[in-house]
T-cell receptor, first 112, second 113 residues
Framework: QKEVEQNSGPLSVPEGAIASLNCTYSDRGSQSFFWYRQYSGKSPELIMFIYSNGDKEDGRFTAQLNKASQYVSLLIRDSQPSDSATYLCAVTRNSGNTPLVFGKGTRLSVIA | GAGVSQSPSNKVTEKGKDVELRCDPI?????LYWYRQRLGQGLEFLIYFQGNSAPDKSGLPSDRFSAERTGESVSTLTIQRTQQEDSAVYLC???????????FGQGTRLTVV
C-alpha cells in the first residue's frame, strides 16, 4: 500500500482567511485525488476530486494538483468556523484493482 | 439505496465473542471498502472488493478478521474472538468503480469490554 502524507495539524486560521491544506503521495501511478472532510464523530464526506494537473474550483474550495511534484492541495477561501474539521486526502490509481488510500488527515480550526 | 447503510450503528461485545458487521452499498456500486478508525486516529484500510475480482485483503490486521461480499451487494465484516484493541469505528464505503469517488456509511462503533 502506497503512502499518502499529510501534516496532522492542528492548522489554525482566523475567520475569513484562506486555509491551505497539503498532501503528498508516493505512488507516481496515482491518477485520481480526493479531499474528504470529517467532522468529529461523523463519517468522511467528499468535498472535492481532481484528476488533471492544475486548479479546480468549487465555491470556496480550490483543489490544486501537481503530478510532477506529487502533491495535491486544498484551499478554503473565506474560512468559516463551520469549516473546522479534519480534512483527509485520498489517492487511487486508474489501472488495476487498487484501493483508495487515505492520508491521516489535517485538523483545521477556524477561529472566530 | 440512497446511501451506504451500515448496521448495527453501535455494538458492545464481550472480549472473546465474535461479531458481524454489515454494509449495504449504494446500488450499482462495484467497489466496496472497509476501513477502521480508532479514536482520534486516521482511516486504516482493511479490505477492498472490486466487482468479481479477488478482494484485496492486505489491510486485515490478523486472521481473526474476514470479510465477504456476494457479487455487488451486501458485505459482512466478521471479527472472531474480539479483543479490546478491536474497539473502533468500522467504516464502509462504496464507489461506482475503482477510480470514482467513494461514499461512506455512518459507521459501526464497536466497543469490546
Amino acid at each position: 500500500q502506497k503512502e499518502v502524507e499529510q501534516n496532522s495539524g492542528p492548522l489554525s486560521v482566523p475567520e475569513g482567511a484562506i486555509a491551505s491544506l497539503n498532501c503528498t503521495y508516493s505512488d507516481r501511478g496515482s491518477q485520481s485525488f480526493f479531499w474528504y472532510r470529517q467532522y468529529s464523530g461523523k463519517s468522511p464526506e467528499l468535498i472535492m476530486f481532481i484528476y488533471s494537473n492544475g486548479d479546480k474550483e468549487d465555491g470556496r474550495f480550490t483543489a490544486q494538483l501537481n503530478k510532477a511534484s506529487q502533491y495535491v492541495s486544498l484551499l478554503i477561501r473565506d474560512s468559516q468556523p463551520s469549516d473546522s474539521a479534519t480534512y483527509l486526502c485520498a489517492v487511487t490509481r486508474n489501472s488495476g484493482n487498487t484501493p483508495l488510500v487515505f492520508g491521516k488527515g489535517t485538523r483545521l480550526s477556524v477561529i472566530a | 439505496g440512497a446511501g451506504v447503510s451500515q448496521s448495527p450503528s453501535n455494538k458492545v461485545t464481550e472480549k472473546g465473542k465474535d461479531v458481524e458487521l454489515r454494509c449495504d452499498p449504494i446500488s450499482g456500486h462495484t467497489a466496496l471498502y472497509w476501513y477502521r478508525q480508532r479514536l482520534g486516529q486516521g482511516l486504516e484500510f482493511l479490505i477492498y472488493f472490486q466487482g468479481n475480482s479477488a478482494p484485496d485483503k492486505s489491510g486485515l490486521p490478523s486472521d481473526r478478521f474476514s470479510a465477504e461480499r456476494t457479487g455487488e451487494s451486501v458485505s459482512t465484516l466478521t471479527i472472531q474472538r474480539t479483543q479490546q484493541e478491536d474497539s473502533a469505528v468500522y467504516l464502509c464505503a462504496s464507489s461506482l468503480s475503482s477510480v470514482a469517488e467513494a461514499f461512506f456509511g455512518q459507521g459501526t462503533r464497536l466497543t469490546v469490554v
